[in-house]
């Protein structure tokens, strides 16, 4: 079975700091992974995903992932943390046995101190 | 704004009682989703269409709940007889057929059943 996993419930970065959420994966197959973010009493906004290609992938609003397929890693990163980044960030993979549904994370929380 | 809109985006039901909701996708996407999320968790597949057709439904649906997709535009979502635990929010997504499409999130209809 497929799964997702975002070991860290909530993280706390100093505004300018670089800022990383960490995910972890299993799946048979290649994986599709995606980054979602949830603002408070939102719907969630695509942020990037991982088709094939460069393990580096360039999203919307600064943030990057890199793709790590020895450790089954698709961690979101950011050079340098706005207080705007605040917010509810989920990491998931596409299930290719269930007609593509997405396969979630639990969520880790951002929170960007001034 | 051509994204994806859903209506209402705030429901107050007492127990027992039927509520539907309304999803309308990005116009020229023919897969549409729909997503249960609580407070703390990651969003939960209910079922999905490609087209007018209802391709999948999660085993953790209830008969209490149904979907349509009447002519592979906006979709509906009825829950029958609604129970306090049915309290969520419900999230549709819409995305263009492909082994790689990035579904895209409407605001979520927040339900609460008293």
């Known amino acids: 079975a497929q799964s997702v996993a975002q070991p860290e419930d909530q993280v706390n970065v100093a505004e300018g700091n670089p800022l990383t959420v960490k995910c972890t994966y299993s799946?048979?197959?290649?994986?599709?992974l995606f980054w979602y973010v949830q603002y408070p009493n939102r719907g969630l906004q695509f942020l990037l995903k991982?088709?094939?290609?460069d393990n580096l992938v360039k999203g919307s609003y600064g943030f990057e992932a890199e793709f790590n397929k020895s450790q089954t890693s698709f961690h979101l990163k950011k050079p340098s943390a706005l207080v705007s980044d605040s917010a509810l960030y989920f990491c998931a993979v596409r299930d290719m046995d269930s007609n593509y549904q997405l396969i979630w994370g639990a969520g880790t929380k951002l929170i960007i101190k001034p | 704004d051509t994204g994806v809109s859903q209506d209402p985006r705030h429901k107050i039901t007492k127990r027992g009682q039927n509520v539907t909701f309304r999803c309308d996708p990005i116009s020229e996407h023919n897969r549409l989703y729909w997503y249960r999320q609580t407070l703390g968790q990651g969003p939960e597949f209910l079922t999905y269409?490609?087209?007018?057709?209802?391709?999948?439904k999660s085993r953790l649906l209830s008969d209490r709940f149904s979907a349509e997709r009447p002519k592979g535009s906006f979709s509906t979502l009825e829950i029958q007889r609604t129970e306090q635990g049915d309290s969520a929010m419900y999230l549709c997504a819409s995305s263009l057929e492909g082994l790689s499409d990035t579904q895209y999130f409407g605001p979520g209809t927040r339900l609460t059943v008293l």
């Open positions: 799946v048979s197959g290649n994986p599709y």
């Open positions: 269409f490609q087209n007018e057709a209802q391709l999948e």
């Open positions: 991982y088709i094939t290609g």
